[in-house]
């Protein structure tokens, strides 16, 4: 494996999607046949639950996959987010309650729903990386290949490490742009941000229209699109939201 060439490519590739490709390609080497990445700026939500992907990309897997782990809320459910959550290291997995595998602890009838989406699309077993980033960052690399899973786990194994190396070269590669879609950098305008960190400084939307130079109903405006892209009841929770999110942190180079 080219480590250097591995990484060139990541880092020339024009888009996500062109790495998200990449990423693939390097894991269908593995033997994988679909790929699943998920990416949260932070583990839990506000209210303590985990943490829906703000970022899921799938390859090689029924789109439908986005609506249940996204919109459905499976992703809360799902035994190997619940591992990756508690380890740094690469794991095997097997939906199959009689095998021995880390995710069998989480196993129960929360999950029941998980399993039984996975089970009717041939996605039993596989291999996921976690990956817990300096800021609280998280996000999962996952391989999955149809057929034995006994034999999954055999070769599997034997490219672990090597899986791992890839699924965190390309995280690294793919930081900036995964954190400005993941952190509503690319719904929330410039303007938008710039209204609502002021009114996390405290300034009332005259203030801030003094400031940037702007009317006040303008500033209004920009604070209730900022609001409802953020899913906020109101100003205050919008500011909360975008503190939490790390809206106004700077993107990292």
């Known amino acids: 494996m080219d480590i250097i060439d591995i990484e060139e490519r990541f880092a020339t590739s024009g888009s996500l999607a062109s790495q998200i490709d990449l990423l693939f390609d390097e894991i269908q080497s593995f033997g994988f046949d679909t790929l699943i990445y998920d990416y949260t700026p932070t583990r839990y939500d506000l209210d303590g639950t985990l ?41 095997f997995w097997n939906y199959d309650p009689k095998a021995q595998t880390r995710i069998r602890a989480f196993m129960n009838e929360e999950s029941a729903c998980v399993a039984d989406f996975l089970a009717e699309r041939g996605l039993t077993a596989g291999v996921t990386v976690p990956i817990h980033l300096p800021d609280g960052d998280y996000a999962t690399v996952t391989g999955i ?36 879609q ?22 009332s939307a005259k203030e801030i229209s003094r400031l ?27 500011v909360a939201k975008a503190a939490y999110f790390r809206l106004f942190d700077p993107p990292r180079q």
Not at 72 to 89: E, I, K, N, S
Not at 155 to 175: K, M, P
Not at 230 to 236: D, E, M, P, V, Y
């Open 51 to 91: 943490m829906i992907p703000t970022v899921l990309e799938l390859r090689n897997v029924d789109e439908t996959m986005r609506d249940y782990w996204c919109g459905r809320g499976y992703f809360r459910h799902d035994p190997v987010q619940h591992v990756a959550l508690g380890t740094t290291a690469p794991f």
């Open 182 to 203: 993941a952190h509503g950098l690319g719904r929330l305008t410039a303007r938008e941000r710039e209204c609502l960190r002021h009114a996390a400084d405290g300034l």
């Open 212 to 238: 940037i130079d702007r009317s006040v109903p303008t500033v209004v405006m920009h604070l209730n699109a900022a609001t409802r892209k953020l899913g906020a009841k109101n100003r205050t929770q919008a």
């Open 145 to 180: 290949r149809a057929g034995d899973p006994a034999r999954l786990e055999r070769e599997a194994r034997l490219c672990l490490g090597d899986f791992s190396l890839i699924a965190h070269l390309f995280q690294r590669a793919a930081s900036d742009r995964i954190t400005r």
